[in-house]
């Protein structure tokens, strides 16, 4: 029964996620996770803790990821293929349930209020770092869907901001049990005090060194190519591509990932150049190939000269096969052909002593891998992707809104262009400015206003080995003092 009680909080767990976002239930689950984990801690055994908290990942993974099965329905010759999407299932399960009772373990003395906080946001930071491509997995997106609480994230960072949802969720559970309630209060201000402190110091010079507004106006184009569809030629697409062009007026005009229809094995890029007007840039992502390597890559075009981007993060099973040689059955899926990583900076550079940092599809999650000292006082980021591979319901709002919490982690504006999907312009607080329906074809024109803006983004650094610090201090303490 209890297995049954875990996985069913699993699943529940996923609700608090995009598009659902029914936050009331966090208050209900954790509480409840406190509690079943708390009773008579002492005696569970490691494989009991392993077994209960797999299937609780189980339970989450099925459900929040249960789109990731959408990419082997887009081509016939890949259906078969299908419940591969359980192994990769059952794997982040395996490794939550082996994370979690491991930290549980160790710190069996520390107040489990303050226990289950740090058993996700260590899942969370270790699957992100070492089981490459999860960084999907984040409490912090629960704060997209409100630009108010977004502040966290810009204050905080991803993996604190996770901390502090699962944190306040977890509440609920002194009141309920007060045995220890001075001891988890203490624990609480421990963790929390200090942090907040620093930040209201540091706030005050957030906005001081801000240069002045600029403007860019800038059209954005939603082209809505299907993958599979038969009917729609690179002729046709460059055709319509060509006739967005020729109508536009903009300064910058963008289309998503992969739009150009041709493989780029040159940047001569003489037809696109033709089309556009004296005082306009072009972005598009296409295929370049170049020494006999494919480039997923965005591409930044005016009338002067051709720059790209080559994308440095790539899609493991989706842009490239890991042990190639071993799976080739995986071949039809994957294609017969890698993508190669990029090695150019991320960053490019407009007129006017503007810059922006380019992001190509699913690199926005990875937000340690983004910003460094060359770009970090660019602009803007500009995010091109294409959501046709994530389905038509949970896959393309899960990475959209993670494109929202980038845009207030970072503290800059975000032209998010897809394909299909979402396509939208946030500003640097996480709010949208400006979006498209959901898979319609559309374009748009917006005058964008922007500055320089600082960020938190060395103190989100400090904050992890500060938790790592006192995680690490309590458990020693309590080992200390209990033995």
């Not at 082996?98 to 209020?113: A, C, S, V, W």
């Not at 997106?141 to 901001?161: A, M, P, R, V």
Request: proline residues 4%.
């Amino acid at each position: 029964m209890s297995i049954l009680i875990y996985f069913i909080l699993g699943l529940l767990t996923s609700l608090l996620f995009p598009p659902y976002f029914f936050l009331p239930l966090g208050f209900i689950i954790f509480p409840c996770l406190c509690f079943l984990l708390d009773s008579n801690r002492e005696n569970y055994s490691d494989k009991n803790i392993f077994i209960k908290l797999s299937i609780f990942g189980f339970g989450f993974f099925i459900s929040y990821l249960f789109w990731i099965k959408n990419p082997f329905f887009v081509f016939e010759e890949t259906k078969k293929f299908f419940l591969v999407f359980l192994l990769l299932i059952i794997f982040l399960s395996v490794i939550l349930g082996l994370i979690f009772t491991i930290i549980f373990k160790l710190g069996k003395k520390i107040p489990i209020i303050i226990l289950i906080p740090l058993m996700f946001t260590s899942s969370e930071y270790i699957i992100s770092i070492f089981f490459y491509g999860f960084p999907w997995f984040t409490f912090s997106l629960l704060l997209s869907s409100n630009e108010y609480l977004l502040f966290s994230i810009k204050s905080f960072g991803t993996l604190f901001s996770s901390y502090l949802v699962i944190q306040i969720f977890c509440i609920p559970f002194i009141f309920l049990t007060k045995e220890n309630f001075k001891q988890e209060l203490k624990y609480l201000g421990l963790f929390i005090s200090l942090p907040i402190i620093s930040l209201l110091i540091a706030n005050f010079s957030l906005e001081k060194n801000n240069s002045k507004i600029k403007t860019i106006n800038m059209e954005i184009f939603q082209l809505n190519f299907k993958n599979n569809d038969q009917f729609l030629t690179p002729e046709k697409k460059l055709q319509r591509i060509i006739k967005h062009i020729d109508e536009s007026t903009a300064e910058l005009l963008i289309f998503g990932e992969n739009n150009f229809p041709y493989l780029l094995d040159d940047l001569e890029l003489k037809i696109i150049k033709d089309s556009l007007k004296e005082n306009q840039t072009l972005i598009i992502g296409a295929t370049r190939y170049e020494n006999s390597k494919y480039y997923n890559s965005l591409i930044n075009i005016n009338l002067v000269n051709v720059t790209y981007f080559d994308k440095k993060i790539l899609v493991p099973f989706g842009e490239f096969l890991p042990l190639r040689d071993s799976l080739t059955f995986l071949e039809s899926i994957v294609g017969q052909n890698d993508y190669s990583k990029g090695k150019v900076e991320r960053i490019i550079n407009l007129s006017d002593n503007m810059s922006f940092i380019p992001v190509i599809c699913y690199e926005i999650v990875f937000y340690w891998k983004l910003l460094n000292k060359l770009n970090n006082e660019s602009n803007f980021i500009v995010n091109i992707t294409n959501d046709f591979w994530f389905g038509d319901y949970l896959g393309p709002y899960q990475h959209f809104y993670l494109t929202k919490i980038r845009a207030a982690e970072f503290n800059k504006p975000i032209i998010r262009v897809s394909n299909n999907g979402i396509s939208a312009v946030i500003d640097n607080n996480g709010a949208v400015l400006i979006r498209t329906q959901f898979n319609k074809t559309e374009n748009f024109n917006y005058k964008l206003s922007f500055k320089k803006n600082n960020n938190f983004i060395n103190f989100h650094s400090i904050l992890k080995i500060y938790f790592f610090i006192i995680f690490i201090f309590s458990i020693f303490y309590y080992l200390r003092k209990n033995a």
